[in-house]
């Protein structure tokens, strides 16, 4: 995806609300800026970093410039807006970058399925053969030598989204877990036992059930950022 206008850079003074930071511009004035991002956003908040931020031309808008990026002091970028993850995995998906989501003929997003009144990020069908459910998850968490963690907080909402996909599973459809690294130090993919230990279960059930999970990541240059390469998600 590209950043159209560019992304403008800024200093991070403080993450507040869940929903808004404070940062200083580059021109040195103090702003209020949206955060589309209800994690915890361990090691993606610390005060000083540099950000990089858009602007929307939308007038109705409270705070116009939103968080998308921030540049840590060992140089390592990470995507913070989560909403960024289903775009993006919708464009790997078109442009044929994920290998195992090849050939459908028809991609549709936010499809409600599931018995927990659930919406399916991607629904990928094709006539010869089983529909294919994807939920994305953004992964930015990391921890020791390029190790990435799910989740990053407790998430009955992710809980509710594995039992979902294990149902699909189970039912005979295809059910695909899509971890979207988008922290440019994370080389492999965990789940968070430490963090939500009930979601690790569940994770874990889901396999066995057949969901399959696969991790990409994320690349940055300038004002775009890619799907481009595949990772392993390992157990612990």
Not at 159 to 171: D, P
Request: aromatic share 8%; with cysteine; charged share 25%.
């Amino acid at each position: 995806m590209h950043f159209d206008p560019p992304l403008e850079s800024g200093k991070l003074i403080k993450r507040y609300k869940r929903f808004l930071a404070d940062i200083t511009t580059a021109s040195g004035d103090e702003v209020t800026i949206h955060c589309a991002n209800t994690g915890a956003m361990t090691g993606c908040a610390v005060p000083g970093s540099t950000v990089w931020y858009s602007t929307s031309d939308n007038p109705k808008r409270k705070y116009p410039n939103s968080w998308e990026l921030t540049q840590t002091d060992s140089g390592d970028m990470i995507c913070v807006n989560t909403a960024r993850a289903n775009t993006l995995a919708v464009e790997a998906i078109k442009n044929n970058v994920i290998e195992e989501l090849k050939g459908y003929q028809t991609l549709r997003t936010e499809v409600k399925y599931g018995q927990e009144n659930s919406r399916i990020d991607i629904l990928l069908q094709d006539s010869e053969r089983v529909d294919c459910y994807i939920e994305v998850k953004s992964v930015t968490l990391l921890e020791e030598s390029g190790q990435g963690y799910f989740p990053d907080a407790q998430t009955t909402r992710g809980q509710k989204h594995l039992r979902e996909l294990t149902e699909m599973a189970q039912s005979g459809s295809r059910a695909v877990l899509l971890f979207a690294i988008l922290h440019s130090g994370i080389e492999k993919v965990f789940a968070a036992h430490h963090i939500d230990a009930k979601y690790s279960q569940l994770l874990e059930q889901a396999r066995k059930a057949g969901v399959e999970v696969l991790c990409y990541k994320a690349s940055f240059s300038d004002n775009d950022m890619t799907l481009l390469s595949r990772v392993n998600y390992e157990q612990k």
